[in-house]
């Protein structure tokens, strides 16, 4: 069975950065693959955004930023950790919200299958 653990919320000034982080692990310590990794993030009332995506490919990996954090966020993976990360700097107080991430991970006996981590908050204050 295949875990995400998420780190690195908190609370912060305006202009200040936060790095959160999406831990992947398979109880058993079998071999798993990350094909995709999500950050969305959420706030009461409010549709479920997208805020990055890191999709692996033969010839590397592709990344997508949602408009609103383009040149304040990036998303990047140590595939040898089997981490995500979701680097913010710059932030506002409209980034306000809880972030999630999920991941596409392949495991041998499960095969490609789509797994969510338990959500961090994260506060930006004016």
């Known amino acids: 069975q295949v875990q995400l653990v998420e780190s690195g919320g908190g609370a912060v000034q305006a202009g200040e950065s936060l790095r959160l982080s999406c831990g992947v692990s398979e109880v058993s310590g079998r071999r798993l693959v990350i094909n995709i990794m999500n950050w969305y993030r959420q706030t009461p009332g409010k549709q479920r955004e997208t805020v990055a995506t890191m999709t692996r490919r033969s010839s590397g990996t592709v990344t997508e930023v949602a408009d609103a954090v383009k040149g304040r966020f990036a998303i990047s993976i140590d595939f040898a950790k089997n981490t995500g990360y979701l680097q913010m700097d710059s932030l506002k107080p409209e980034d306000t919200a809880d972030y999630y991430c999920?991941?596409?991970?392949?495991?041998?006996?499960?095969?490609?299958?789509?797994?969510w981590g338990q959500g961090t908050q994260v506060t930006v204050s004016s």
């Open positions: 999920k991941a596409n991970v392949w495991t041998p006996d499960q095969g490609s299958k789509d797994y």
